[in-house]
């Protein structure tokens, strides 16, 4: 049987979220008991909790919702790059080596260890997406809350994603995942009315 490494954080109630965004919570809205055969909870969460997929929607006017997107970025052959403690941007240098034969999926592991804090986060230079586009990426990946700073109003990294027509994921797990090619599954959810949708996110050897 082949690896799987679970690269998707624990999604509870200490699941970080963008400062004011809905925080996850959970209850009982029916409870098993002599009257009820069933537990069944309401939850309450941002799409953004997690590990995610942001749609066109989150971060362009008019933008397609995650529901509408094709699934056939978020499933196939990736790479997983090492650009650990780089500094605040991962640019094009970061990745130079890693280019040749790049397949078009991109995940970039940029810590130690993963945590969903939006304070001192490694985010995306906005001509390192290009770069990854011009070696034909269709999606690329980052272990930290956001491809942008928590500080950015302009967002350059997402609209460079919408400019190449990339997709993204974030907020990934890759302590454990050495640098090299996978299989890639993490499929967003059908919500057709949402601008990012959790996934669970695993890589599988190849």
Known sequence: MKRIW???PAVDNNAAVFPGDTAYSQKLHFTLDANCPVNVHSITLSPHTGAHAD?????????VAVGALDLAPYL???RVIHCIAVGPLIQPEHIAHALENLPPRVLIRTTNIARQDWNNFTAFA???ISLLATH??????IDTPSVDPATSQGLPSHHTLLQHDL????????????AGDYELIALPLK???ADASPVR???REL
């Not at 034909?136 to 990946?141: E, N, S, T, Y």
């Open 6 to 8: 679970d690269i998707s």
């Open 55 to 63: 749609a066109p929607m989150h971060y362009a006017a008019g933008g």
């Open 76 to 78: 196939g052959i990736c």
């Open 126 to 128: 906005a001509e390192t």
């Open 136 to 141: 034909g990426a269709i999606l690329v990946g």
């Open 167 to 178: 997709r993204v994921l974030e907020n990934l797990v890759l302590d454990a995942v050495d």
């Open 191 to 193: 919500l057709m009315q």
């Open 201 to 203: 996110a695993i890589l």
